[in-house]
């Protein structure tokens, strides 16, 4: 186990990672069909939308990576994940919004039943790329009653509780990490502490040849020697 870098990584175990990427699928596909090139010439909506979404799902990714040599880079890439979701919350209320609608109650059947779908946990294989995005398809059915709906209402506000999932998951880790970093350290902390125990563990010298008690340096006409901790009941010493 590294005295310096933390573990990094293994984020396509993260259920957050999992769920923006569902919300990044689901998105592309939602802009696809229910966002008209005609009502959007310039591609903004689409591009900010999309862009969003990509935003949430890579920034957990990078975060995840970071980690090893940053507890505060990871803490901040995990934040742009939640902050980039909640933009694309933002938008799809607004869709909502324009059609005269309004998101789904959380006493809506169809909310509650989004909400209670679970996703299994991924395991790494030695074929880890081509098992996770099978793995992926797969837990991403769960949710295509609603995300590939005929009624485009329905798909929006699919998106939205799987957001708020995303989210609620994203502020979970950023609580753990600050925990992490606070009995921990950044990588500076931890590389003076690794240095300086090396330091201290160099310094403390041998074990007695005699008693097994660690020496420490002494000095006599004839120039430096390890003389045994335990003297005078024990004399053992060393070559320097």
């Not at 999932?165 to 609580?175: D, H, K, Y």
Request: glycine residues 8%; charged residues 30%.
């Amino acid at each position: 186990m590294s005295k310096i870098f933390n573990k990094s990584g293994g984020y396509r175990k993260l259920y957050s990672f999992n769920f923006a990427t569902v919300v990044h699928l689901g998105t592309i596909a939602f802009c696809k069909r229910y966002v008209p090139w005609q009502e959007d010439p310039l591609g903004k909506v689409v591009g900010q939308m999309v862009g969003a979404a990509r935003s949430g799902r890579i920034n957990i990714a990078e975060g995840s990576e970071r980690a090893g040599t940053s507890t505060e880079t990871e803490i901040k890439l995990t934040d742009v994940a939640r902050a980039s979701l909640a933009e694309l919350q933002n938008d799809l209320e607004t869709w909502l919004a324009e059609r005269e609608s309004v998101p789904w109650s959380v006493k809506d059947a169809e909310h509650q039943k989004v909400s209670a779908i679970k996703l299994e946990p991924f395991a790494y294989t030695d074929d880890a790329l081509h098992d996770y995005w099978t793995y992926l398809h797969r837990e991403k059915r769960k949710f295509d009653p609603w995300l590939k709906s005929d009624d485009p209402a329905v798909a929006a506000n699919a998106l939205i509780v799987l957001i708020q999932r995303t989210t609620a998951l994203l502020s979970r880790q950023m609580v753990a990490q600050e925990e992490d970093f606070v009995q921990h350290g950044g990588i500076k902390e931890r590389m003076y502490k690794a240095r300086t125990e090396t330091a201290v563990t160099a310094e403390a010298g041998p074990v007695c040849p005699k008693c097994g008690k660690p020496m420490r340096k002494r000095k006599s006409v004839k120039g430096e020697f390890w003389g045994c901790t335990g003297y005078p009941d024990c004399k053992g010493t060393r070559e320097v």
